[in-house]
């Protein structure tokens, strides 16, 4: 436990005490990374790159940050990889109408930052693409699926209980 520091000893020195006293005991040995490089080291670095770092470590997705003219455009980026999560067609025309709608309601607004340029998703060319890509998806699932000899096929068999009926 560190004391309080003395009237009569200036802030860094009693500072670089401390330090010494924890170097004597031991409190500095076996530290993780100890003997490596520090990454990054002899790069140039710009004035907010530690806010880029700290985003990086804490898993932040950067869409988030974003202005909405180039979040809505990075959206239309990555849509046809978005819709193959959807598992049926009303699903992904949900996706897009929800994105159409947000799209229209940017157009609306008054421009701020970046001009927006982001057209509105043509819904049914899309959904011919997800089909097509859905379709891919299927085959390569099967082939990735191991065929199982009739033999060990699952046996379902009926129970030969019924529930009661409530009296």
Avoid: C
Wanted: aromatic share 6%; no cysteine.
């Amino acid at each position: 436990m560190t004391t309080r520091k003395p009237s009569s000893m200036s802030f860094p020195d009693w500072v670089d005490q401390q330090i010494r006293e924890a170097e004597a005991q031991g409190a500095f040995d076996n530290l993780p990374g100890a003997g490596k490089p520090i990454p990054g080291l002899g790069q140039p670095r710009h004035e907010l790159a530690w806010v880029a770092d700290y985003l990086r470590r804490e898993h932040v997705d950067v869409a988030e940050l974003l202005p909405p003219a180039l979040a809505i455009a990075k959206e239309v980026e990555g849509l046809r990889e978005r819709l193959l999560r959807e598992p049926t067609e009303a699903a992904a025309r949900a996706v897009i109408d929800e994105l159409n709608t947000r799209i229209d309601a940017e157009h609306a607004r008054p421009q701020t930052g970046p001009v927006f340029r982001v057209k509105r998703v043509a819904v049914e060319p899309t959904l011919e693409q997800w089909h097509a890509d859905r379709a891919e998806l299927e085959r390569q699932l099967a082939a990735r699926r191991p065929a199982r000899p009739p033999e060990q096929q699952p046996v379902v068999r009926r129970g030969r209980w019924r529930w009661r009926r409530g009296s």
